[in-house]
């Protein structure tokens, strides 16, 4: 039998951008609206077919850490963007707050994901984003310490896309990984954090399940955990607007993010521990005794692959202390949210009432490479730090710093992503509206 070759990828100038954005997800939205917002000419890259990430694909359903406890916003800008259009669009309500499963108040808004799939890229659409769904960056073609362009499995064939400056914000670090970038690791007593399959029940008595007290919660809690039905000590969930549904973030699982087949296995494992909590539930949860396991998530949320190493390392101390850093970019105030891939608790530290911290354009910047820029989970932080940088609204406020960050390298400063003018980003990102510290 003849060998068949492999197929050559399409070039034409058809495929040339000013900036390529790898990943839809919340950071990634978010570096493709303020890229184009700021005149670049930007692709997105999506390998699902719709955009949000772990917001969508992931079923988090919920953006928590906007403002620090005592009510002052640190993320504003293009999240804030997000949020407007959803909330115009019938996907989500106002800011409210909830108490975790640690018992801490937390500020959040819920959002319908079917909605923020559209409101997603309707808005990218409007600032003239080009948008490739079910399209996956396999490969990347460098020169030197540039990246020249990705070879990207398309629907139908596959591409090579060029472009002048490039931002990684594929959560996996996808685009760094294929170009042969650096990572930071683990350190003795730490592990990756596991992922969970995301699950919906309806329809629930929501007042019931509201009004549930922290006595009523530890009794099901203890006996979930007795039973070995709950892996975590948690009843976590997230409403969907508008219904009598809720989104339950319980499961547990692990995965190698290096091993395709262990990626796979979490997948099912996922899925699996999701009908096993649900019957749980149903029995023993107040509000749930009609409902119905009634939706999987598309796939299991993942909470942490790899961290770029960058130009700056942000620490743990960094954060407890809210450092402010001259070329800081985007803040946050979420607390250190660490969750243990074995025991049934996380660690979780809680900041003052009205704490924040800052995130450096520097990390942002990935060593080795002069035209890349990293946003959302990839961002160079130590194990801890990253774990009060993940979530959503801080994701985007990265995303915005990134997208604005390359638009500028693009345009002038001969797409070198060091050369940027660190006051002119600083002034565009508070003109959209964002918040960088005092
Ligand atoms: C179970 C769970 C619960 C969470 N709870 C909350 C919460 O309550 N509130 C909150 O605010 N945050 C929460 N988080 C954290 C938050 O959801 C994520 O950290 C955040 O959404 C990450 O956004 P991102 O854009 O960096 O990455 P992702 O959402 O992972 O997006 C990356 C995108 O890149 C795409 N991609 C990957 N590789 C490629 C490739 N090679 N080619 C093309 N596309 C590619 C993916 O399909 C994806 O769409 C939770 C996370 C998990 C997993």
Same mark, same amino acid.
């Given at each position: 039998m003849e060998e068949t070759p492999v197929t050559p990828c399409e070039t034409s100038s058809? =495929? &040339? =951008?000013d900036v390529i954005v790898v990943g839809g997800g919340m950071a990634g939205c978010a570096a493709a609206l303020a890229a184009a917002r700021s005149g670049s000419n930007v692709l997105l890259v999506e390998q699902n077919a719709f955009l949000g990430g772990a917001a969508t694909a992931g079923m988090v359903g919920q953006f928590v850490g906007w403002q620090t406890r005592a009510g002052r916003k640190v993320v504003g800008g293009v999240a804030e963007d997000i949020v407007t259009r959803l909330r115009a669009d019938g996907g989500c309500g106002e800011l409210g707050t909830f108490v975790m499963s640690t018992g801490h108040e937390m500020n959040r808004i819920e959002y319908d994901a079917q909605i923020l799939k559209v409101s997603l890229e309707q808005m990218l659409i409007e600032a003239g984003v080009s948008i490739l769904f %079910?399209?996956? !960056?396999?490969a990347a073609r460098c020169d030197g310490d540039r990246i020249g362009a990705v070879s990207v499995w398309t629907a139908g064939r596959p591409i090579e896309a060029s472009a002048s400056i490039f931002i990684d914000a594929s959560g996996d670090m996808a685009l760094v990984t294929a170009a042969g970038g650096s990572f930071l690791g683990l350190g003795d007593d730490e592990a990756l954090q596991p992922g969970t399959m995301m699950f919906e029940m309806a329809p629930v008595d929501l007042a019931e399940m509201d009004a549930m007290t922290r006595s009523d919660r530890d009794r099901v809690i203890e006996a979930g955990l007795r039973s070995g039905a709950l892996p975590r000590a948690a009843l976590h969930y997230s409403r969907v607007p508008g219904a009598d549904a809720a989104w339950f973030n319980i499961s547990r699982v692990s995965v190698d993010p290096d091993d395709p087949f262990s990626v796979s296995r979490g997948e099912i494992e996922g899925r699996r521990q999701a009908v096993e909590i649900s019957r749980f539930l149903k029995q023993?949860?107040? /509000?749930? &005794? %009609? @409902?119905?396991?009634s939706a999987l998530a598309p796939q299991l949320g993942i909470r942490d692959t790899r961290r770029v190493l960058g130009d700056h390392v942000i620490t743990r101390d960094e954060i407890s202390a809210g450092v402010g850093y001259e070329d800081t970019v985007a803040c946050g105030a979420y607390p250190i949210d660490v969750h243990k891939p074995t025991g049934t608790d996380l660690t979780f530290i809680e900041f003052g009432e009205d704490h924040h911290y800052s995130i450096p354009y520097r990390a942002l910047v990935p060593a080795g490479f002069r035209n890349v820029l990293t946003a959302g989970r990839g961002v160079s932080a130590t194990h801890e730090a990253f774990a009060a940088l993940r979530v959503m609204p801080t994701a985007m406020a990265m995303g915005h710093a990134a997208g604005a960050g390359a638009a500028l390298a693009a345009t002038s @400063?001969? /797409?070198? !992503?060091? @050369? !940027? &003018?660190i006051p002119e980003l600083q002034a565009r990102l508070r003109s959209e509206n964002a918040f960088l510290g005092v």
């Open positions: 058809r =495929y &040339s =951008y %079910k399209s996956f !960056v396999m023993n949860m107040p /509000g749930c &005794s %009609k @409902a119905r396991l @400063a001969q /797409g070198e !992503v060091r @050369a !940027v &003018s």
